[in-house]
């Protein structure tokens, strides 16, 4: 399972500012990750993802960062924005699956103007 | 284009009666996954459809839970004789194929609460 805490992590940063939202996976055999944004009474939405060969990529305003040696996944956000404000999901394929995501407990991210 | 549609957006039932949730997934999505999401948890994977196949059920917590797929579309989660540890929010997610950088689309889900 995930190696996170029984309590929903938070951040919270001021708007303009980077935010670093860590992730920590626990199956080595995972080999595609995700990262997911979901707003209050809504379903998660899509942010970015990335392959176990790569170590880095690059969205609109969004990097994933991947670190195999150490099981760690990152999601930076540049110059947040209130509507950042969410709770931000990392997911993996359970032990290699091509359809079964495993998700961590998630992180909340809180903007203040 | 229209996504994931979920009914009821809310339901609230007594203990031991039975529930059907529904998913109308995106249109042309092969693939369909359900999903529990208790208060401050991740999701927890419950079953998946490859078409009105069930290929993996593994999630699914109890044999009070059942699913099915009619037609390549729509889906029902029934919870027979629910219990009050079945309160969560039910998720709904669609992809276009199965298969690793398919993007999963979620609908809204739907909150049960079992009293």
């Known amino acids: 399972g995930e190696s996170v805490g029984l309590h929903l992590p938070t951040l919270s940063v001021q708007e303009g500012d980077n935010s670093i939202i860590n992730c920590a996976y626990s199956n080595s055999a995972s080999d595609y990750f995700i990262w997911y944004k979901q707003e209050s009474g809504k379903g998660p939405q899509f942010i970015i993802d990335?392959?176990?060969?790569?170590d880095k990529r690059q969205g609109q305003r969004v990097t994933v960062l991947l670190n195999k040696t150490v099981k760690h996944l990152s999601l930076q956000i540049a110059a947040t924005q209130p509507g950042d404000s969410a709770v931000y999901f990392c997911a993996e394929n359970s032990g290699g699956s091509n359809y079964k995501l495993t998700f961590g407990k998630g992180t909340l991210l809180t903007v203040n103007p | 284009g229209a996504g994931v549609s979920q009914s009821p957006s809310n339901k609230v039932t007594e203990k031991g009666k039975d529930v059907e949730l529904r998913c109308d997934p995106i249109?042309?999505?092969?693939?369909l996954y359900w999903y529990r999401q208790s208060l401050g948890q991740g999701l927890e994977f419950l079953i998946y459809f490859q078409g009105n196949s069930a290929p993996d059920k593994s999630g699914l917590p109890s044999d009070r839970f059942s699913a099915e797929r009619t037609g390549g579309s729509v889906s029902t989660l029934t919870i027979q004789r629910t219990q009050q540890e079945d309160s969560a929010v039910y998720l709904c997610a669609s992809s276009p194929r199965t298969g690793v950088g398919y993007e999963q689309y979620f609908g809204p889900g739907t909150r049960l609460t079992v009293t």
């Open positions: 990335i392959r176990s060969n790569m």
């Open positions: 249109s042309g999505h092969t693939a």
